[in-house]
């Protein structure tokens, strides 16, 4: 057993052997051959064109519009120029100070020129004169094409005669375009098979867009996707949502909670009496609540005299004037404390109706007569969008006493030598005070018409 582990080792020795001239003629083919060169995707490259071009896009947009707030034909006149300076200012804070278009940043690429033996740079590292010539080309180049083209047909070129100078040079335009346009495809298939030279220009200062780093990932970020999502989800979730927020009860709420911060609520009890002031008001006279139309007539209803002030037609503009100044003005009179109430009449003629008159009066459970198609729709439009007073914002606030209405009686109309009683002792209660609050109870008492189509709505 001894004799055979030095004579396997002997043997492995003998191979090694063998192998190292074979092995150094390996390594120094290896040192003569050169590295493979670096492969950049031709997608990553045109990507970066695209948001060259969308970025200045947005740049140009909001310019636009100033110039169009200023003066509307400045946009036509100076579109050009316009351009040109968006692109300026940013080829001088991306490629001039960096080596790289922000497209170009965002794939992780810049620009290299492998046969750069000169000593003036710019803080890119690339040459002076190369990216001159190169801005040149790319930006001062296609804005006189743009300037000149739109010179020649504003002044008629293409229909000069064919010996006139400016028809030659038109023809000359043509030419270099379609070369150009030619030289274009030519590249871009030689793009597609090399990916080394994205444009015409860098094929001929020969500048190549290569990685910014030595080892890149390919891994595709879907952060900005992400946050997309989230955001449009969020903005979905609030069109959901508004809908459903009544903001006029809102409203209601917040200006009832700021109407009862008083200083006499907020300060504490011992401040209050060393400052003379009590919290429930006892010293003050409690003033009788008025509304809007407080003063209006009482044969009159005060919701038709609302709905006459807010119907406006500015369909016409020559009588929407007219149609303010027809609108009557109830403004409180001088009266005195112990003369607050409302005339019973106009202060008109006698034998002239009133001009909202009451049709089909119903008294509210403040007193108050109305008309029932008027009482009706606001007491159900209140408890419908809860933008009353009261409990839950259900109660319709009176126009004349300001008070919430929580029920109403039709007002019996009694007549003495005859008997009007078959139609007329019918009475309504509606109850709006409640949250529980259900419209289907109303179809009987303010919805339902064939209760009294045969007395005293029919009349």
């Known amino acids: 057993m001894s004799s055979d582990a030095p004579s396997t080792s002997s043997s492995w020795q003998r191979a090694w052997d063998d192998a190292q001239p074979r092995l150094a003629h390996i390594t120094e083919s290896l040192k003569s051959t050169s590295s493979p060169s670096e492969r950049i995707i031709r997608v990553g490259q045109l990507d970066a064109e695209l948001l060259d071009q969308e970025l200045a896009q947005l740049l140009k947009e909001p310019l636009v519009k100033a110039l169009n707030s ?23 804070l991306s490629v001039w100070n960096f080596g790289a278009s922000y497209g170009a940043k965002l794939q992780g690429l810049r620009y290299a020129c492998p046969r750069s033996n000169v000593s003036s740079v710019t803080a890119s590292g690339l040459p002076r004169r190369t990216l001159l ?6 930006l001062l180049v296609p804005y006189l094409r743009t300037r000149l083209r739109a010179h020649a047909l504003s002044h008629a070129w293409p ?20 070369m150009h346009s030619l030289f274009g495809l030519w590249n871009f298939i030689a793009f597609l098979w090399d990916g080394r030279y994205r444009t015409v220009v860098d094929r001929i200062l020969d500048l190549q867009l290569v990685s910014a780093q030595r080892f890149a990932t390919r891994d595709v970020s879907y952060e900005f996707m992400n946050r997309q999502m989230v955001w449009h989800a969020f903005t979905e979730f609030l069109l959901f949502l508004l809908p459903l927020i009544n903001a006029r009860a809102l409203r209601r709420r917040l200006s009832a909670v700021y109407s009862q911060l008083t200083p006499s609520s907020i300060l504490p009890a011992s401040l209050r009496s060393r400052m003379g002031m009590s919290r429930d008001g006892a010293s003050t006279p409690q003033q009788p609540r008025r509304g809007k139309y407080w003063a209006l007539s009482l044969d009159q209803c005060a919701i038709c005299a609302e709905n006459a002030s807010t119907n406006i037609s500015f369909a016409d503009p020559a009588n929407a004037l007219n149609t303010l100044a027809a609108i009557p003005s109830y403004a409180a009179p001088s009266v005195s404390a112990d003369n607050a109430a409302p005339p019973d009449t106009a202060d008109s003629d006698s034998d002239s109706p009133p001009p909202h008159p009451i049709n089909t009066p119903y008294i509210t459970s403040c007193g108050h007569v109305y008309c029932y198609y008027c009482v009706s729709e606001r007491m159900m439009r209140a408890a419908d969008e809860r933008s009353g007073v009261g409990a839950g914002g259900t109660q319709w606030e009176c126009v004349r006493c300001g008070e919430g209405v929580t029920s109403t009686d039709r007002v019996e109309m009694r007549a003495d030598g005859s008997d009007h009683g078959s139609g007329m002792e019918d009475e309504m209660e509606l109850e709006y005070g409640s949250e529980d609050l259900e419209f289907t109870d109303l179809s009987g008492s303010v919805g339902t018409y064939s209760e009294y189509s045969g007395s005293g709505l029919s009349e």
Not at 164 to 176: I, M, N, S
């Open 70 to 92: 200023v003066n509307s034909a400045w946009k036509t006149l100076f579109d050009p120029e316009l351009t040109l300076l968006i692109h300026l200012t940013l080829y001088k």
């Open 133 to 138: 010539l190169h801005g040149t080309l790319t």
């Open 159 to 178: 229909d000069a005669p064919s010996s006139d100078r400016r028809r030659r040079a038109w023809e000359l335009l043509t030419r270099l375009e379609s």
